[in-house]
C-alpha cells in the first residue's frame, strides 16, 4: 500500500493542475466570467507531451487535428475546466491553506516514502522539481479540505477491516533482496551499430566480428578486475560503484537498487542475487545489458503484511477514494450550475471528442459508430 502513495499523490496533484481564475484578454474558455488563458492551456499541453511517451514520436503539434494530439489536448482542456471549477468552489467556502499545511503534508509523505532521500529520489526520477511538488501538494491539501467540507470524509475501523479480508492479494510480499550493483555497460549489437557507422570504411564481416569480440572481452576483463578488488573489500562498493558504474541511475547512489522482487530483475541477475547469502559480492553476471557484480546486502522473506501494520496505509488509500468521489460529485454539480463559454470551438470538448469519433470511423470504416450504437441499445434494454 504505501509504495502506491506517493503515486496516489502525484495523481491527484496533477488532476489539480493550479488554479486558472485569473483574467486574460486572451482567454479561450470563460468559466462564471474567471478565464482560462491560452499561455495555462499551452503550459499544461507542452508538460504533457514532455511526459507522454508518444512525445518522442514527433512533432505532435505540428499536427494539431491529429489523433494523438486531440487525444492530449482534450484531456488538457477538461483537467483545466475540472481545476477552474474546484478552484472557485474552494474560494466560496472560504477554503485556506497555510505554510503548516503545506509542511505537514511534505513531512507525512517523506515518512510514507522511507525519508527525505528516497522522496527526492522517486522525483528526481519523475521529473519533478522540490518546489514543483510542494505547489502540488498545496493544491491537494486544498482540494483535501474541500472534500471534506463537501461530505464526511471518515473511514471506520470496520471499512478498514472488510477492505483487508476483501482484497488479500494486496497484503501479500514475495521473496525480496536488497543490493546494489556496479553495471559494466557491453551489449555486442550496439558495439557492431557503432564500429559500422562510425567507421571510415566498411569492415569486411570476419574482422567486424573479431573488433566486437575484442571490445566485449575489455569490457569483461574490466569488471573481473572491479568484481576482485570489491571481493576483498566490500566496503569500497559504494565509491566503485559511483566511479565506475555505467548505470546512472543507482551509481549516484553508490549502486543501491533497494529491495526488489524476483520478477523486477533479468532472470540473469534474479537467479544469482536470490542464490547469494547477504553481505557478499558476486563473481561477474553478464545480462543483456552487459556485465554486472552484485552487492546483496539483505533478505526478506516471503510473507503477508499483518492487519496492525497495514491498517494506516488502508484508511489513508479508503480516505483518498472517498475525497475523489466528492470531488467528482462536486465537479459534477458545478458544471450543472457553471456558465462556460468556449471563445474558440476547437477547445469546446465536444468538438473534440466529434474530431476523434470521425477518426477511429475513418480508420474502422464506419464500425466504431456502429458498436456505439449497438452499446447504447443494449445498455437501454
Known amino acids: ?13 496533477a488532476v489539480l493542475f493550479t488554479g486558472c481564475g485569473v483574467k486574460n484578454q486572451n482567454a479561450i474558455i470563460k468559466i462564471n466570467d474567471q478565464a482560462i488563458t491560452k499561455a495555462e492551456y499551452d503550459k499544461l499541453i507542452d508538460k504533457n507531451i514532455g511526459q507522454s511517451p508518444f512525445g518522442k514520436l514527433g512533432d505532435l503539434k505540428g499536427n494539431k487535428d491529429g489523433f494523438l494530439y486531440l487525444m492530449m489536448e482534450q484531456n488538457v482542456i477538461n483537467q483545466l475546466i475540472i481545476t477552474e471549477l474546484l478552484d472557485q468552489e474552494a474560494q466560496e467556502r472560504g477554503i485556506k491553506v497555510t505554510n503548516k499545511d503545506v509542511d505537514e503534508a511534505l513531512r507525512k509523505t517523506m515518512d510514507q516514502m522511507g525519508g527525505r532521500d528516497r522522496l527526492l529520489e522517486v522525483l528526481k526520477a519523475n521529473g519533478i522539481s522540490v518546489s514543483e511538488f510542494k505547489k502540488d ?11 471534506t467540507s463537501a461530505g464526511k470524509i471518515e473511514i471506520s475501523d470496520k471499512e478498514c477491516e472488510k477492505f483487508y479480508k476483501e482484497n488479500p492479494d494486496k497484503f501479500k510480499n514475495p521473496e525480496m533482496v536488497r543490493a546494489s550493483h ?3 555497460s557491453a551489449n555486442a549489437w550496439q558495439i557492431q551499430q557503432d564500429l559500422t557507422l562510425n567507421g571510415k570504411r566498411e569492415i569486411p564481416q570476419e574482422e567486424l566480428k ?10 569483461k576483463a574490466e569488471a573481473e578486475k572491479l568484481a576482485k578488488e570489491l571481493k576483498a573489500d566490500k566496503t569500497k562498493f559504494a565509491e566503485y560503484a559511483k566511479k565506475y ?3 546512472p541511475g543507482s551509481a549516484k547512489q553508490g549502486g543501491d537498487l533497494g529491495f526488489f522482487p524476483k520478477e523486477a530483475m533479468v532472470p540473469e541477475f534474479s537467479k544469482v542475487a536470490f542464490e547469494a547469502k547477504p553481505d557478499t559480492v558476486s563473481d561477474v553476471v553478464k545480462t543483456q545489458f552487459g556485465y554486472h557484480i552484485i552487492y546483496v546486502q539483505d533478505r526478506r522473506a ?16 479508503l480516505t483518498t477514494e472517498k475525497q475523489i468521489k466528492a470531488l467528482d460529485d462536486l465537479t459534477a454539480a458545478a458544471k450543472k450550475k457553471a456558465k462556460i463559454e468556449y471563445m474558440e470551438e476547437r477547445y469546446n470538448p465536444e468538438v473534440i471528442q466529434k474530431k476523434l469519433s470521425r477518426q477511429v470511423d475513418d480508420a474502422t470504416g464506419g464500425q466504431a459508430s456502429k458498436v456505439k450504437e449497438e452499446f447504447k441499445k443494449k445498455n437501454k434494454k
Open 137 to 147: 501538494l498545496k493544491v491537494q491539501v486544498k482540494m483535501q479540505k474541500l472534500a
Open 302 to 317: 516471503a510473507g503477508v503484511t499483518p492487519y496492525e501494520k497495514a491498517k494506516s496505509g488502508i484508511k489513508d488509500y
Open 245 to 247: 558504474s555505467d548505470d
Open 210 to 219: 573479431a573488433q566486437v569480440e575484442a571490445k566485449m572481452d575489455a569490457k
Open 1 to 13: 500500500m504505501k509504495a502506491s502513495k506517493l503515486l496516489v499523490t502525484l495523481a491527484l496533484s
Open 182 to 184: 556496479l553495471l559494466i
